[in-house]
């Protein structure tokens, strides 16, 4: 369990946690994220492949430029560098290391470093790169040397420490083995350092195992990186003094567009808003400690202090209280009333938790059972009811996790919650109707995989801003993959849907069609036919009168009354020709 817990744990390092959520002693992995790309410079990065196919180094500046505007999306405070090794010219800090040009500083990504990128690239990239850098003798040790100084300058905080090598050559030096020697040792030194070292590998015509990471660079998704972090940190109450400490973790939101930023029109820099409260009498600037919130109760303004507030919307002390276990069948569907959360146990806040949250989702999945808990995730939240539904661990072919093990929260409704529903009678299908929709359902039925769908509407936008930004002259296409894929429906269902509205619409039925007009004229005159002259009893008016129900008839209908009582109306109301109905019958 500690592999997913501390992949779950790289927040960012402005991220404040909620009150009640952290303890004081607790060690996290705080910052940013830093990237240096390593790239090999030499003759053979510029050899072309077959067909004209892009060179390897062509496709690593695709690469870089795929992490950098991708970097400036998901999560623009990251740092990134863009090195290059076995090059003629010599650019670094004092000149210290030969033949290694550090093209970009550790630093945040932006517009400028991408059009640098671009310029690199293609024919005219070649040229600039064999002028800007050119080619000469390859030390990697040095190389890496020059990478780990990069952050002798650095005063931040930092998570991760990435170095990623692009490189066409199995052997960099030759058969050097000083150099070899040389480059293993500064590796080993980097790890020691808490340095990722990633080595790709890509030769022409031959794709071997590293070159595997490439592709899945290039995949290119406009996102903003979510934060990996517990919503929540409570404790399972399993009995008097048993707890265990546990994590709540949103396994999905939803992207929004990011929020426009409001810019000095002077210097162009991001305003900050700030609110401050006066009084409205002196003009005096307030304190918090001087603010106060009311509540009207019988015609008197009940003031209150924040304190008294907060007090009075508690209602128990963060945590879940285990109630019971029920068995996994009285869980309907109609009680997901709103989106589930992940529970993961939390080892760093109370020791032996691991161990004993295991054993509860060992058992809970063994007997087929949910817990029942009452929770309150926050201070000042209300409280609910809860299933604990066990989730096991999953893992694909290559022993990697695919989902961890835990319990899937899933949010129970009170009594008040459930409607009851006065669903519209509709003639029922028959059987052959049914059966033939089953058989169209299943023909368009498909494995559903939420990364293979992008929201249209964002990655729209985040490419209208790419082009601002980088001066292109039109924003790149954007593929709505949420549009059906008609042609490949028709050729899945064949005739089913033919048949299926011979089955269901009548003969000749052509959904395109007008629908007919409501009136049809007289077969003589050509006129409107008249409407048929309604009638009604005396007695059953004057039942109506009695009850008090003349109100439920129409207008017509009171009319054709009026004129067999004998009353004489000018008026058209609906009221009017009451009156004169009752005053009529009680003289």
């Given at each position: 369990?500690?592999?997913w817990?501390?992949y779950y744990r ?11 959520e ?5 060690e ?8 240096v790309?390593?790239?090999?410079a ?35 405070r990251d ?8 090059t003629?010219h010599?650019k ?10 550090v093209?970009?500083?550790l630093?945040?990504?932006g ?20 002028e ?12 890496l040397?020059c990478c ?10 930092l ?17 050097d ?8 040792t ?31 660079l ?9 934060k990996?972090?517990a ?6 109450c399993?009995?008097?003094?048993l707890?265990?400490?546990?994590g ?5 939101v939803?992207?929004?567009?990011p ?7 002077e210097s162009?820099?991001?305003?900050r ?11 005096s ?12 109760y019988?015609?008197k ?10 007090f ?21 569907l109609h ?18 938790s691991?161990?004993?949250f ?6 809970c ?22 299933a604990?539904v066990?989730?096991?661990e ?8 695919i ?22 009678r ?20 498909f494995k ?9 509407v964002i990655?729209?936008h985040?490419?209208?801003l790419?082009?601002?930004a980088l001066?292109m ?5 954007v ?36 629908p007919?007009?409501k009136r049809?004229t ?6 409107a ?23 439920k ?14 009353v004489r109306?000018?008026g058209?109301?609906?009221q009017?020709?009451?009156?004169a ?7």
């Open positions: 369990m500690a592999d817990t501390s790289n927040e960012d390092e402005e991220e404040e946690q909620e009150d009640g952290q303890s004081a002693g607790e996290r992995l705080t910052g940013r994220d830093s990237l790309f390593l790239v090999d030499s003759k053979e990065m510029f050899i072309k492949g077959e067909d004209g196919a892009p060179s390897n180094f062509d496709m690593t500046m695709q690469v870089v430029r795929t992490v950098y505007t991708s970097k400036i999306i998901s999560s623009h740092l990134i560098a863009l090195v290059f090794y076995g003629e010599s670094n800090p004092n000149d210290t290391f030969k033949h290694v040009y093209y970009h500083d630093d945040e990504p517009a400028k470093r991408v059009q640098d990128v671009d310029a690199l690239r293609g024919e005219k990239g070649a040229k600039l790169a064999a800007t850098l050119g080619c000469g003798p390859s030390s990697l040790g040095d190389a040397w780990a100084n990069l952050y002798s300058d650095i005063k931040l905080r998570s991760h420490k990435r170095l990623m090598i692009f490189t066409c050559r199995e052997q960099p030096h030759g058969g083995n000083v150099k070899d020697r040389q480059a293993r500064k590796a080993s030194d980097l790890k020691e350092t808490a340095f990722v070292i990633i080595y790709l590998i890509s030769e022409l015509g031959l794709q071997l195992e590293p070159c595997e990471k490439l592709d899945d290039q995949k290119r998704v406009r996102a903003k990186e979510q990996k972090r919503t929540a940190r409570i404790n399972l399993l009995g008097d003094g707890n265990v400490a546990v709540l973790y949103a396994t999905a939803t992207a929004r567009k929020p426009p930023v409001k810019l000095y029109r162009n820099e991001a305003v808003s700030k609110t401050r409260t006066f009084h409205t009498q002196t003009g600037l307030l304190l918090p400690s001087e603010i106060k919130k009311a509540q009207t019988g015609k303004q009940i003031e209150m202090e924040k304190d008294e507030v907060d009075i919307k508690k209602f128990d002390d963060p945590g879940l209280v285990l109630m019971g276990f029920k068995p996994m069948e009285k869980l309907k009680h997901h009333i709103k989106p589930s959360v992940f529970l993961y146990p939390e080892e760093g806040e109370i020791k032996g691991a161990c004993l295991s054993a509860l989702l060992k058992k999945s063994e007997k087929n059972v949910y817990a029942l808990c009452r929770c309150i995730a926050r201070r000042n939240n209300p409280p609910r009811f809860v604990l066990p989730q096991n999953e893992v694909d072919d290559a022993k990697v996790q989902n961890p093990p835990g319990f899937n929260v899933i949010y129970l409704p009170y009594a008040d919650d459930v409607r009851t529903l006065d669903l519209p509709c003639t029922s299908a028959s059987q052959e109707q049914v059966d033939k929709m089953k058989d169209i359902v299943t023909k368009l039925r559903y995989k939420s990364d293979a769908f992008e929201n249209p990655q729209k985040y490419r209208n790419e082009a601002l001066d002259m039109a924003p790149e296409e593929e709505d993959l949420i549009m059906p894929k008609v042609e490949q429906i028709d050729r899945r269902l064949g005739s089913l849907v033919d048949e299926f509205k011979n089955l269901v619409y009548p003969a000749n039925y052509n959904p395109e069609s007008k007919a007009a049809k007289a077969d003589s005159g050509g006129g036919e008249k409407k048929p002259k309604v009638e009604v009893s005396m007695d059953q008016i004057k039942v109506h009168v009695q009850n008090g129900t003349l109100g008839l129409t207008v017509p209908v009171l009319k054709e009354a009026c004129k067999q009582f004998g109306t000018t058209t109301k609906k009017e020709l009451i009156d109905l009752m005053d009529q019958l009680s003289s």
